[in-house]
């Protein structure tokens, strides 16, 4: 059994945010903290859901995979966030696997006893629909990309999307995502990606790092992606 202490931590999930000691340890005692000092999968498409996790350290990946053997990082999890919710409830398999980087250690929660819980605490639900009907709301986003000609106009709604999927609710959420990850998602060449991050920055949207990209307004960074233009880089 996990230390009672854990319940501090499930606290920071929203979900859980309202839930007393002896509710959390209640769900604790079904879960396990699982760490892993280099790429592993933890999930395979195919396979039937069977944990939430909840990352404690480090990174989860969500990867998805073409018929021809390719393979994409489509939205990354950082401290704090969820895998998805909706997934524990459908009867069919795993549509895309989820990968922990080293050193992440996470709080693997069991689908049944999850599901079990949920049915006694039936006040939950609304907030978890809330969750994962943003990441909803963000892939749908996603199909809208392509009616923007203006290129950094579309990387501004991929960071938006890409980080409300991830659950980053700070101020200044942070997209955990490499360089060649995010070239992949833009679906664009390394030099217009770099001139696009470019541009954001000098407009003092963004912050790039190593390995990932901060949003330092939301609000504003919103608002130049929706911005009509004339003009197309495209």
Not at 60 to 73: K, R, Y
């Amino acid at each position: 059994m996990l230390n009672p202490g854990f319940a501090k931590f499930l606290r920071s999930v929203s979900v859980f945010s309202e839930l007393s000691d002896g509710r959390c340890d209640e769900l604790i005692a079904h879960s396990s903290v699982e760490r892993f000092d280099r790429r592993t999968v933890i999930q395979r498409s195919g396979d039937p859901h069977h944990h939430l996790y909840i990352v404690m350290t480090g990174r989860l990946e969500m990867v998805a995979h073409s018929p021809w053997g390719a393979e994409m990082t489509i939205a990354v999890f950082g401290p704090g966030s969820t895998s998805s919710w909706v997934a524990l409830f459908l009867d069919s398999p795993a549509e895309r696997t989820l990968v922990a980087n080293p050193d992440t250690r996470l709080l693997a929660i069991p689908a049944m006893q999850l599901r079990t819980f949920l049915e006694h605490q039936p006040q939950l639900y609304p907030k978890v629909l809330a969750l994962d009907g943003k990441r909803f709301r963000a892939l749908l986003d996603l199909t809208q990309l392509v009616l923007n000609p203006v290129r950094t106009q579309r990387l501004a709604t991929l960071l938006l999307m890409i980080a409300e999927v991830s659950g980053d609710i700070s101020d200044q959420p942070r997209v955990l995502l490499t360089h060649h990850q995010l070239q992949q998602l833009a679906n664009c060449s390394r030099q217009v990606l770099h001139r696009c991050v470019r541009e954001l920055q000098q407009e003092g949207l963004i912050k790039q790092g190593y390995g990932s990209i901060q949003l330092l307004d939301v609000e504003a960074l919103d608002a130049y992606a929706k911005q009509s233009s004339a003009v197309s880089n495209a």
